[in-house]
């Protein structure tokens, strides 16, 4: 009766064991990381999901900190925008790319995503986002985060909501929005109210909501545009 012997491979190189430890730390790692997905794709999740984004900055860090109660800012990509919020005051600018990890959220019916410094990652280059021409009736969830402009006259004079903001309202014949400028934006109080019905306006901000209120919401004094004839 024969018999056959049994080989046994050789063990790995130290090497090659080297390189299988780092690729294991790495398949490791990789699988707690979140997908980096669309905005718009972000914000259709449910409440409490986690998620990673990334995109241009449209609003500056703290410029609407008046009534928003903190130092965040608002991101965009090819697919939508959302408010981001964070106690934390960032150092970048507009046009800033950014990838955030975050938690969804609501704010006064606003779709936010709540992050902290570590879960915010500055990218290299800059993308300055161009805002989107919306009529005042169209100001409503479907660009709820994007950085639009929408122009008409004057149907509702300054309104002092402050220490929040300034609140006064535009028409373009689509229907009447909110224009609702934050105090921390920079604006000149008496600039506003000097303002009177009838007058035709032009405003780029963010498309936002208060509630059951859609609002357009300007980050700066150049943002807000009054016009000398009607377009």
């Given at each position: 009766?024969?018999?056959?012997?049994?080989?046994?491979?050789?063990?790995?190189?130290?090497?090659?064991?080297?390189?299988?430890?780092?690729?294991?730390?790495?398949?490791?790692?990789?699988?707690?990381?979140?997908?980096?997905?669309?905005?718009?794709?972000?914000?259709?999740?449910?409440?409490?999901?986690?998620?990673?984004?990334?995109?241009?900055?449209?609003?500056?860090?703290?410029?609407?900190?008046?009534?928003?109660?903190d130092?965040?800012?608002?991101?965009?990509?090819?697919?939508?925008?959302?408010?981001?919020?964070?106690?934390?005051?960032?150092?970048?600018?507009?046009g800033?790319?950014?990838?955030?990890?975050?938690t969804?959220?609501?704010?006064?019916?606003?779709?936010?995503?709540?992050?902290?410094?570590?879960?915010?990652?500055?990218?290299?280059?800059?993308?300055?986002?161009?805002?989107?021409?919306?009529?005042?009736?169209?100001?409503?969830?479907?660009?709820?985060?994007?950085?639009?402009?929408?122009?008409?006259?004057?149907?509702?004079?300054?309104?002092?909501?402050?220490?929040?903001?300034?609140?006064?309202?535009?028409?373009?014949?689509?229907?009447?929005?909110?224009?609702?400028?934050?105090?921390?934006?920079?604006?000149?109080?008496?600039?506003?109210?000097?303002?009177?019905?009838?007058?035709?306006?032009?405003?780029?901000?963010?498309?936002?909501?208060?509630?059951?209120?859609?609002?357009?919401?300007?980050?700066?004094?150049?943002?807000?545009?009054?016009?000398?004839?009607?377009?």
């Open positions: 009766m024969s018999s056959s012997s049994i080989t046994s491979s050789p063990a790995p190189s130290l090497p090659r064991r080297r390189a299988l430890a780092l690729l294991g730390a790495f398949a490791f790692a990789l699988a707690g990381c979140h997908p980096i997905l669309s905005i718009a794709d972000a914000r259709s999740r449910t409440n409490g999901s986690e998620v990673t984004v990334e995109g241009a900055v449209t609003v500056p860090p703290g410029a609407f900190v008046s009534a928003m109660g130092e965040g800012f608002a991101l965009q990509d090819d697919t939508g925008g959302i408010y981001v919020k964070m106690a934390e005051k960032q150092s970048f600018g507009l800033a790319r950014v990838r955030v990890t975050g969804l959220d609501e704010q006064n019916q606003l779709r936010i995503l709540k992050t902290v410094p570590a879960d915010v990652d500055l990218k290299s280059g800059t993308e300055q986002v161009a805002p989107r021409d919306v009529t005042t009736g169209g100001v409503n969830e479907s660009v709820e985060g994007q950085l639009i402009r929408a122009s008409g006259a004057i149907t509702q004079a300054f309104q002092d909501d402050s220490p929040y903001g300034y609140k006064l309202y535009i028409d373009d014949g689509t229907g009447e929005v909110q224009v609702f400028v934050h105090v921390s934006a920079g604006f000149d109080k008496a600039a506003l109210q000097a303002l009177t019905v009838g007058q035709r306006i032009a405003v780029v901000g963010l498309a936002a909501q208060y509630e059951t209120t859609y609002e357009v919401a300007p980050r700066m004094p150049s943002d807000l545009v009054l016009q000398t004839t009607a377009p």
